[in-house]
């Protein structure tokens, strides 16, 4: 059975998103796409907060976020207790984000990375693994 990626965002983000759809099918993930389905302005928390809520459900483990600034979106999904999204524009801090702090959603600013950057740190991200350890105890310690 592939995994589950939950991917979602708004119309500054839909290009990206499409195309990491697609992409990500291909490599074998099953991809549910909570919207926006086409570039027409619309506000962001329509589609972010019923993501954040299949992820936080359990039914993925994983998201993908995106907006123009990366921001928007990633405001919205931490307002969810069982939600950790990271603001990622390199692949390092997509590393890092999973491998430190147990990140569940990945933000991407689309209006400032390029679509085959974008397609590299997902990748990064989702085949990423929480290091635990130390990094639990601070992980552990961030629901208020």
């Not at 290009?15 to 993930?29: F, P, S, T, V, W």
Request: net charge negative; glycine share 8%.
């Amino acid at each position: 059975m592939s995994e589950k990626i939950a991917i979602g965002g708004d119309h500054a983000g839909f290009a990206y998103k499409q195309q990491l759809i697609d992409r990500l099918e291909k490599k074998g993930y099953e991809v549910k796409d909570f919207g926006p389905y086409t570039d027409a302005s619309v506000d962001y928390p329509d589609y972010v907060h019923p993501l954040c809520e299949a992820v936080e459900s359990g039914e993925f483990r994983l998201g993908v976020i995106l907006c123009g600034s990366g921001n928007g979106v990633a405001i919205t999904a931490n307002k969810h207790q069982a939600i950790r999204a990271a603001i990622c524009w390199n692949e390092e801090l997509a590393e890092l984000a999973r491998q430190h702090n147990d990140a569940n959603l990945i933000s991407i600013p689309s209006r400032f990375v390029s679509f085959e950057l974008t397609e590299k740190m997902v990748l990064r991200f989702l085949t990423t693994e929480f290091e635990g350890g130390r990094h639990a105890r601070r992980v552990n310690k961030i629901p208020c």
